[in-house]
């Protein structure tokens, strides 16, 4: 059984730093992309970022240069350094990673960690 679990959330004020990890286990061969979304109070989920298993990345424009995304492929985990945190990064982010576990290629989801940013 594939797992994705995620940790780092917290409350930071306004302007402040988190990192978020996100590590899977399991029967796992190989993965393709992991990566962050997350969902506001009240709105829909959106991406935040990605990253293929050769290192190319994607942002959402609202985080660009505030937010990075890095892999250790070896673990299988995947980070989000958040920083320059705003009020409007409230929300909870949720990890996700497109693999391999023996059938086919699909995606699994974490069970979401929350972000509270206070002004």
């Known amino acids: 059984q594939v797992q994705l679990v995620e940790s780092g959330g917290g409350l930071v004020q306004a302007g402040g730093s988190l990192r978020l990890s996100c590590a899977a286990s399991?029967?796992?061969?190989?993965?393709?992309?992991m990566g962050w979304y997350r969902q506001p109070p009240g709105k829909q989920r959106e991406l935040v970022a990605s990253?293929?298993?050769?290192?190319?990345?994607n942002y959402a424009d609202s985080v660009k240069g505030r937010f990075t995304i890095s892999r250790d492929n070896a673990q299988n985990t995947v980070y989000l350094q958040m920083s320059s945190l705003e009020p409007e990064d409230t929300a909870v982010y949720y990890c996700y990673a497109d693999l391999y576990g023996g059938s086919r290629y699909t995606y699994y989801w974490g069970q979401g960690t929350q972000v509270t940013v206070s002004s």
């Open positions: 399991g029967r796992i061969f190989s993965i393709t992309v």
């Open positions: 990253i293929t298993s050769g290192g190319t990345t």
